[in-house]
C-alpha cells in the first residue's frame, strides 16, 4: 500500500505566562529581594543549550540535579544519541514556570532546534521540566514531553545519520544499510516528482524512521495503531510555503510496513511522499483529501507503466463485483483507524480522478487544477471554482466523467 499522509502538523505550544511572571516578580513589595528565578532559570537552559550545540558532554551534564543520579544516566545517554544529528541551533525558552516550594520549581518549556541545511524554521516541542535550587543556583531534576507532545528520535535511541543527494536519513535503532537504502529509492523519488510537478520546491526529503510502530507513533504524538500497515506519513505545515518560513517536512517511515514491501513498493511510498513534500506549499484547509492524496499516487504511479488493474486492486475488485462508487471518495474515507480496503478504494479512488484530469485535460492543467483549489484558502466553494476556471467543468460532470473513467479502467 502506498505511503499515508494525514497532514499532522508539528505541535506547538505557548503561554502568556511567562511574561506576567516576569512583571509580577518587577512589582516587589519595598525593601524585598526580587525573585529571580525565572532570570536563573533561563540562563541554566541556556547553558544547557549551548554544550547541545558545542557537543560538550560535560558542560551540559553540569546542568543536572547532583542527586538525581537516574536522570543523568538518561541524559547521558541522549546526549550521546545526539553525537551524528546534524544541528544548526537548539535553545530552550521558558513559557510558564510555577514556584512549588522553597528551591523547588516545574517550567514549562519550548524546545526548538534546526537541523542544517534542512530546516528554515525552527521545530518546537513542548517539555516540562522539574527543577531545584542548590547553593544558588538552578538545576534540572527532572524531563517529561507534554501530554500532547511526542518523543523525540534521539529519545527512542541512537541516531544513525546517512545522506543522501537528495535525502538526509535519521534512523533510531536502524542498520547504516537499511538507511542507505531508503537515502538511494528517496533520491530516485525527488527527480521522479520534479517531472510531475514543476515549479519551486526543496528537492529534498528529511526521513526519520523510529525502531518500531509503536516509537513510529511516540513520534508522532498518536497511537501507534492508527498507523499500522501504512509504510510513511509526511508531517509539515500546509501552505507553510505562502507564510513565511517553516520546518522541513518531515517523512516517518513505519519501519515494519515499509518492511515488507517490495522494491518497487518501497519506491513507490517515496515518491508518494515526496510528492507531499512538494506540493505542501500549494495544499491548504481547501484541498480535499482526493485531491492531494490522489495526486501523490498519480506523481507517484507515473511513468512505471504500472495498469489501472495493477495501481487499484481494491477499487478493481468492488467495481467488477458491481460496486461502482457514486462519487470520488470524501475526506472521512481516508480516515486511518477504518477498513484497510475501505482505505485503499480511496486511495485508488482519488488516484483515478488525478489520472482522468491528466488524460482529458493534460498534466499542466493537472497541476494548474491542484494550485488553484489550494489557492481559494477555504473548503467551500474551492473545487467547484476551480473546476469553472481550470477545467471548464462542473463537479457534477466531473462525477459523471469520473464514474464513467473507473468503468472503463477497472470493469
Known sequence: ???????????????????ALLLASACTTPGKPADTAA?????????RAAAVVDRDEAAYLAELDPAATRLRAAERAEFANLAQVPLRSWEYRLTELDRTGTGRATALIELRY???????????????LDLTRRDGRWYVAAERPQRSGGRQLWEQGKVTVVRGAHSLVLGAGQDEKRLRAIADAA??????????????????????????????GSLLGAPAAGYRGIAAVTTGEAGAGRSGAAPADRVVVNPQAYAVLGEFGQQLVLTHESTHVATRAHTSAATPMWLSEGFAD??????????????????????????????????????????????????????????????????????????????????????????????????????????????QQLA
Open 1 to 19: 500500500m502506498a505511503g499515508r499522509r494525514r497532514g499532522t502538523r508539528w505541535k506547538r505550544w505557548a503561554g502568556p505566562g511567562l511574561a
Open 187 to 216: 533520491d530516485r523519488a525527488v527527480p521522479a516528482v520534479d517531472r510531475a510537478w514543476p515549479g519551486r520546491w526543496a528537492r529534498r526529503l528529511l526521513i526519520l524512521v523510529p525502531s518500531s510502530l509503536d516509537d513510529m
Open 114 to 128: 534546526r537541523f542544517d541545511g534542512y530546516d528554515e524554521a525552527p521545530v518546537k516541542a513542548a517539555e516540562r
Open 298 to 407: 498519480w506523481a507517484a504511479y507515473r511513468g512505471t507503466g504500472r495498469g489501472a488493474g495493477q495501481a487499484a486492486p481494491e477499487l478493481q475488485r468492488a467495481v467488477r463485483a458491481g460496486d461502482l462508487p457514486a462519487a470520488p471518495p470524501s475526506d472521512e474515507d481516508f480516515g486511518f483507524g477504518g477498513d484497510a480496503g475501505a482505505l485503499g478504494r480511496a486511495y485508488e479512488g482519488g488516484w483515478l480522478a488525478c489520472a482522468l484530469i491528466a488524460e482529458e485535460w493534460g498534466e499542466e492543467r493537472l497541476t494548474d487544477f491542484y494550485r488553484a483549489v489550494g489557492g481559494h484558502g477555504r473548503r467551500d466553494g474551492a473545487v467547484e471554482k476551480a473546476m469553472r476556471e481550470v477545467l471548464g467543468t462542473t463537479p457534477e460532470d466531473f462525477t459523471v466523467r469520473w464514474r464513467e473513467y473507473v468503468r
Open 39 to 47: 532570570r536563573d532559570i533561563q540562563r541554566t537552559l541556556d547553558r
